[in-house]
């Protein structure tokens, strides 16, 4: 959980978002999440015990229809919430500050991550003319003229088609979503392990 909402404060954000209407569990990740940008959202393991405590304290109630409980805040959970009204603008500042500091740390990750995507390429189109050039200065085998491309000129072709389709595709998922530092840290390590494999390969 990220640490703005260490020491009970997620409950009294819980509270904060449900005094804007009943919802249920899924409607309150997607809410946090859009809060986050999308680089933070809870997991149902951490939002529904929530949601239970808060029950238990008599703070909100839940009515259940088709398998699907949709929570709503108590008279006594809005007493809490103006009780609490000073550490909830708090909570708010603290919440903007770290957006702000996950979406820079993001745009930084993205940033790594389009250079590994434009080293791979690179590393690629360099290999490919290398080989390319090595094949049509050779000498030609007796059987085939030099100036005929072989079957091998169709597997360049494909190599340059299926580079440019990666690149773009890449470029695609990256403006698609927002994405958790994780995952762009994955994605960076596969890029690299991609790129590494193939310097091996093609050397």
Do not use: C, N
Not at 21 to 32: A, S
Not at 49 to 56: A, S, T
Not at 60 to 85: C, F, M, N, P, W
């Amino acid at each position: 959980m990220t640490a703005v909402f260490s020491h009970g404060r997620l409950r009294l954000y819980l509270l904060k978002l449900l005094d804007d209407g009943p919802k249920h569990g899924y409607e309150l990740i997607r809410l946090l999440e859009d809060r986050f940008l999308g680089l933070y959202a809870p997991s149902a393991g951490t939002i529904y015990p929530r949601l239970q405590r808060l029950e238990v304290e008599g703070l909100v109630s839940h009515t259940a229809a088709g398998g699907r409980k949709t929570y709503d805040i108590t008279d006594a959970g809005r007493a809490e919430l103006r009780q609490r009204a000073a550490e909830l603008i708090a909570l708010e500042t603290d919440i903007a500050a770290s957006v702000a500091d996950l979406s820079s740390l993001a745009g930084e990750i993205r940033s790594e991550v389009r250079g590994s995507v434009r080293d791979l390429k690179r590393e690629l189109s360099e290999a490919t003319r290398q080989t390319r050039r090595a094949r049509w200065e050779a000498p030609a085998p007796s059987a085939r003229p030099a100036s005929t491309p072989g079957p091998q000129a169709e597997l360049f072709d494909e190599l340059d088609q299926r580079l440019a389709a990666f690149t773009v595709e890449v470029g695609r998922l990256m403006r698609a979503r927002q994405f958790s530092d994780t995952q762009l840290r994955t994605a960076i390590r596969l890029l690299d392990g991609a790129l590494d494999g193939l310097r091996r390969l093609l050397r």
